[in-house]
């Protein structure tokens, strides 16, 4: 018999003993011994958890317990469970936890710390999708060319919702809200940040790359207009948040921001809440992982997917790599990423404006793959104009906007998004 | 250093040592030591391999040396590498094989000679795609409710030429044949047998079932004509050949047919020779995984995963448990599986042959949802009619199919293909 304990039993932790309860027979059978929870841990314990635990509100009952094998982090925050992970390991305890944000910021640290103990976060990305086992066991031959990822079910609802009825994206950041999938401050979903924890839990994994979100390029869903929208269905594009990583010569570029991509590629295919990610490796070729990446049930399965594989004695190196990888590689400045852009800017509709928005894009070394013009709803007397261009340079880009919104003949911001082939 | 043998150097066996030289930084690094290819064995000596290693014509070189800790099996066949890697076994040598035919026929009784000896077979189902790890590790926390895998990449490139460009099978096949794509025989993959060896693997990890492809329904693509591909396109399906594993209730479904599935399905948007397993999990939901099912490079990329993970000291169960199963569960026989069909029949273009169709179908408790009648091209003075049933038994329609070839106003042969919603 192994002995756990569950640290904060919200809706993942209920999971995660209904499953080890109802499933004990199959879980038994895999696993080869009995895994039951010896104390959950809460923050109130006059509230009514609905299963069948016995619990405490002191964290260190589970630490300190020396019949406990193994502390599952499911309580959310960093300093918190940063503390209490680190204790654990350092009592000799297996750690499971599903928190991305910790390991966004610590995983180099808790590798460290771990060393031969296991230390096992499946339900950190992706929620139920076996991603990391994927990333780190059956892809373990390849040099990986390039991840690419929704990673982010509400924003994946709210982009099919828009790309789907046309619909506007506040209307359905409502929706989203009211149906549970976003929250009442939807900034770390929307915004791209939730989705580059996970990014870079699994570049850490490709790429042996150690970054924190601060240094790497995110941007967010909320200034997608209904002109971006239209214009990626007449061109045939999905329009979806991915979390990139992507192999450049000795260079990593690792970004998190919405992508028109063909609607024909598997990945544009995943719909609503649904997650997906996309490896390509140079022996295996392009592979795909999809799932639900988020809930309950979901999530609690990769816990326990994490636990079993512990059980089972299996010793799996935290991030991959049982010696320290030299690969050279190293993160690539945001200035230095390469892509294809879309452009959308209002201009006034009146001769001239075209021959000078596109000098000032042909004097920073931006070419013109595709443009075309549409009457701006918004102001009369304007019209937007969209671009597509060849691959450049970040910089330029950005540069090239903030010189386009200096320019009288355009007004307000230029839009952009970046387009994968 | 860990020292591996290969017996068999073909195509697989090449891009392995190609692969294992190329990569060994990356590999050494999550490995944990260096993988050195001692010996492979080939029955040719004087044909020149294209790889760096020596070579010998006889496998006991690589059984019988102690100095070899792994044996890759990648010869083929059945009987030899059966008596091969029992010796191997026998020796204390680890096994990893590609060889889905061994263990469609010999799974249980290698895993109990492997015991506590690693026997890996990530490349004997879908190539490059990690699913044994995923169902074996990764989901391990489920009660699997069903997998549905598109395994057989010539006949997946079969059916989305013929849905694509209304390509007539026999025209399509010759393409597939003069690509690479399918043997000068293809009976075994059309017929649908590799799938079922690929089946009969997975379903032994999601369900501990122990049968043969002789015990399973199996069915291949060569019956289906331009009238079902159209049909299947009015009524926004896709045609695909699954493989499908089903529990209901004590039972499990285990089949491999031409399936008609709702366009809109992850599953249904896998096209050309890719490979994917849709796998539902009661706690997880619905995954899929995607990827190349075939090819030197990506089954090579399985077969190394697996040396890897033996080479880190994982001890993952041959088939996933590490206890008796004791799930009650028992493989349904052929009749008793359930479905809805599509039906296709060629008959008199006159008065009453409709109703005495539909009377037999209903004399068997078969319901219909849809009815649909088109002119046959090929007869003149038929038409053609198209049924959709109801959920009924195959015992049913196996029963109401030769009951109407009987009738004098049924012309040739009834069409069937199952449909999954």
Known sequence: MVKIGIIGVGTVGRSVAAILEANSDIIEARAGKKIVVKLGIVQDLTKDRGVNIPLSDDPYDVINDPEIDIVIELMGGIDGPH??????????????????????????????????????????????????????????????????GIMNGTCNFILTKMIGEGADYKEVLKEAQALGYAESDPTF??????????????????????????????????????????????????????????KVGNGVELRVHPTMIPQNSMIAKVDGVMNAVMVRGDAVGETLYYGAGAGGNATASAVIADIIDIVRGNTN??????????????????????????????????????????????????SIEAMMQKPDNDKDECVELLFVTHECQEKSIQEAMSELEKLSVVHGKVGMIRIEQ
Do not use: W
């Open 317 to 366: 190196p935290m991030l991959g790599y049982k010696k320290p990888l030299e690969s050279g590689l190293t993160l690539l400045p945001k200035e230095e990423i390469h892509s294809h852009y879309y452009l959308r800017l209002s201009v006034d509709d009146k001769k001239g404006v075209l021959a000078e928005v596109t000098n000032l894009l042909s004097r920073l070394d931006i």
């Open 83 to 148: 503390m209490l992970v680190k204790k654990a390991l350092a009592n000799g305890k297996a750690v499971v936890t599903a928190n991305k944000a910790l390991l966004a910021y610590h995983r180099y640290e808790l590798q460290e710390l771990a060393g031969d103990i296991p230390f096992m976060y499946e339900a950190s990305t992706a929620g139920g999708i076996p991603i990391i086992g994927a990333l780190r066991n059956g892809l373990a031959a390849n040099h990986i060319e390039s991840i690419m």
């Open 189 to 246: 979903d929307v915004g791209g940040f939730d989705a580059s924890h996970k990014l870079l839990i699994l570049s850490s994994i490709a790429y042996g790359i150690d970054a924190k979100p601060e240094d790497i390029l995110i941007e967010g869903i909320d200034n997608i207009t209904s002109t971006d929208v239209e214009f990626a269905k007449d061109f045939e594009y999905a329009i979806k948040l991915l979390g990139i990583a992507k």
